[in-house]
């Protein structure tokens, strides 16, 4: 990994906690230029216990299992000509943009910046994962690039919570509106 910037809590949860969640929001500056390339920047959010049916301990991802990257299904943040109504095409692939580009404005990763092109962005994305009550966990986030050190990207993440009703699944879903 090149450029990667972490976090590792290592906490004890609530005796009654069945399991928690974050929300976060990824911006790349490898949208759209380099999609379905080498250069792929990415966020995991590691659990440690690895939670039951998981092959690792990454708990991020989109429906398909893929993690959080430029690549992922859940990048609806972006904008190219002719968007909208039409969807943008970036690596052969076909993006619906379909939250439009305005969340990228001031944040350095839209048109408004001094190279005047959009990048793109999930939105805000709610991951959740079960706990056993009263026990210890680490969980590591961290935003890497797998390719090069020279495009970045940034995740922010906010809204931790704790869970305490049965039947907590690993899963990352748009946070409602």
């Known amino acids: 990994p090149h450029d990667s910037t972490g976090v590792e809590l290592t906490v004890r949860t609530p005796s009654n906690a069945t399991g928690f969640s974050f929300d976060f929001d990824f911006f790349t500056y490898e949208w759209p230029g380099f999609v379905c390339s080498t250069y792929n920047d990415f966020f995991v959010a590691i659990?440690?216990?690895?939670?039951?049916?998981?092959?690792?301990?990454?708990?991020?991802?989109?429906?398909?299992?893929?993690?959080?990257?430029?690549?992922?299904?859940?990048?609806?943040?972006?904008?190219?000509?002719?968007?909208?109504?039409?969807?943008?095409?970036?690596?052969?692939?076909?993006?619906?943009?379909?939250?439009?580009?305005?969340?990228?404005?001031q944040t350095g990763f839209g048109f408004d910046t001094e190279f005047g092109q959009d990048h793109g962005a999930t939105s805000w994305l709610r991951t959740q994962a079960p706990v056993e009550g009263g026990t210890e966990m680490k969980l590591r986030l961290a935003t890497y690039d797998s390719g090069d050190g020279v495009l970045n990207s940034t995740t922010l993440v906010d809204n931790f919570k704790w869970i305490a009703k049965p039947g907590v699944m690993v899963g990352t879903d748009p946070v409602p509106q």
Not at 54 to 82: H, R, Y
């Open 47 to 105: 659990l440690d216990p690895i939670p039951m049916g998981q092959t690792d301990g990454n708990i991020s991802f989109d429906s398909a299992g893929n993690p959080i990257s430029v690549n992922n299904a859940l990048l609806e943040v972006c904008g190219c000509p002719g968007n909208p109504p039409n969807p943008c095409t970036a690596g052969g692939k076909i993006f619906n943009c379909s939250l439009g580009n305005i969340e990228l404005i």
